[in-house]
């Protein structure tokens, strides 16, 4: 029973280039969630996403950054024309019904995104 | 809109004594309340939560978490702390704000226990 996966691990990109993390929910969960975790800092939200929808993308920077959760397959989150400060761990949590008062999240262990 | 604060960056405490992870929030209607543990190079993992119902709330691994309403907390509490209790430990508040109900974590108090 496979809990949340993403990858790669560890992502190491130059500036200009784009970087796209995969995350793949727990079997049976269709809500995705993606924050970003810079150093000596907490969680802070980007995105929500059920399948094909997004949901609340409140947290994602305006240019740039983009997220898609297709019907079949993983999770993208896709960040264009990287730069330094994009460098930080990037985890996926998911749930098996959005917006229950109760409901925890399972996380994946992250991507690091280092940009040189 | 809804937050959660930790005042401590850091917590140290020796081994065999009590602890307390610090955590206050801020919303609007019902607090929906959460504690995460996060081990080295690893995701969160949840330790328990306060939907309703009795204000001390046990979760795993031996921790509870003590919600009050009027000083508007929520510290996350061990009698005995164990080493591999040294972690980083995010409190964090359901937002009901928006429709999507996303979860909002607090900055983080790391944990350090020593032998």
């Known amino acids: 029973n496979a809990g949340v996966m993403q990858n790669p691990r560890h992502l190491v990109r130059r500036r200009g280039q784009e970087a796209r993390l995969r995350c793949s929910p727990m079997?049976?969960?269709?809500?995705v969630y993606w924050y970003r975790q810079l150093p000596e800092e907490g969680l802070k939200f980007m995105v929500y996403?059920?399948?094909?929808?997004?949901?609340?993308e409140s947290g994602m920077p305006k240019e740039r950054f983009s997220a898609e959760f297709p019907k079949e397959g993983p999770s993208i989150l896709r960040i264009q024309q990287v730069v330094r400060g994009d460098s930080a761990a990037y985890f996926c949590?998911?749930?098996?019904?959005?917006?229950?008062?109760?409901?925890?999240?399972?996380f994946g262990s992250g991507t690091q995104l280092s940009v040189l | 809109a809804q937050s959660v604060a930790q005042p401590e960056d850091q917590v140290n405490v020796a081994e065999g004594n009590p602890l307390t992870v610090k955590c206050t929030y801020s919303?609007?209607?019902?607090?929906?309340l959460f504690w995460y543990v996060q081990y080295p190079n690893r995701g969160l993992q949840f330790l328990l939560k306060?939907?309703?119902?009795?204000?001390l709330v046990k979760g795993s691994y031996g921790f509870e978490a003590e919600f009050n309403k009027s000083q508007t907390s929520f510290h996350l509490k061990k009698p005995t702390a164990l080493v591999s209790d040294s972690a980083l430990y995010f409190c964090?508040?359901?937002?009901?704000?928006?429709?999507?109900?996303?979860?909002?974590f607090g900055s983080g108090t790391r944990l350090s226990i020593r032998p």
């Open positions: 996403l059920q399948k094909e929808n997004i949901i609340d």
């Open positions: 949590a998911s749930s098996p019904v959005g917006g229950q008062v109760n409901e925890k999240l399972f």
């Open positions: 079997k049976g969960h269709s809500h």
């Open positions: 919303v609007s209607g019902n607090p929906y």
């Open positions: 964090a508040v359901r937002d009901f704000y928006s429709s999507a109900s996303k979860i909002i």
């Open positions: 306060y939907i309703t119902g009795d204000n």
